[in-house]
């Protein structure tokens, strides 16, 4: 579905799909105003098999699960969900990434975090009633799904899955 479906969409959208940069930063450069963090859920949970093998810790290892919304004037723009084994953070990282209400990104550059990005997986797919419910869109609206690593010394100190509802950059750009 990935090649079909992506011959529909727009500039913006394939941008959304494969930058290795800051999604806070795109979305704050295309609306031209401040991304706000809303924090759904945070909490400290010990990795399970999945989560052993996506960050390669220890099975009960402690994880920061973070999920957020990156909204621009109460508009959902992007959700995301993240995974942090909480022994690979400083602590002031660790304390920023506690607060909830910072962008990752933000807080990498914070604190001169040198890091690469590695795509995992991209899909687009069509929004199910919770997760139309959840975004304020309709159910059956085209989503972008990626997720990815951030290495950092060689470990993966976070990996995340963003979901972006499409129709919200629609008036953004034009098919290329």
Known sequence: MLNEAWRQLNAIHRILMTTDGSITG????????????ETVDQRIIS?????TELLNVNYGEK????????????????KAISYTPLSRLEQRFRDDLMRADIPIGKIMKKHGIEARREMNWRKITRADSKLA?????????????????????????????????????QKFGNSV
Not at 64 to 77: P, S, T
Request: hydrophobic fraction near 45%; avoid cysteine; proline fraction near 1%.
């Open 26 to 37: 795109i979305i704050e450069a295309i609306t031209q105003k401040e991304v706000k963090v």
């Open 47 to 51: 990795a399970d098999g999945k989560i």
């Open 63 to 78: 994880v920061n699960f973070r999920v957020v919304y990156l909204k621009v004037e109460n508009e959902i723009f992007a």
């Open 133 to 169: 419910g959840e975004l304020d869109i309709k159910e059956g609206s085209l989503v972008l799904i990626r997720n990815y690593n951030i290495i950092h010394r060689g470990e993966v100190l976070i990996n995340i899955t963003e979901f972006f509802p499409a129709d919200r950059y």
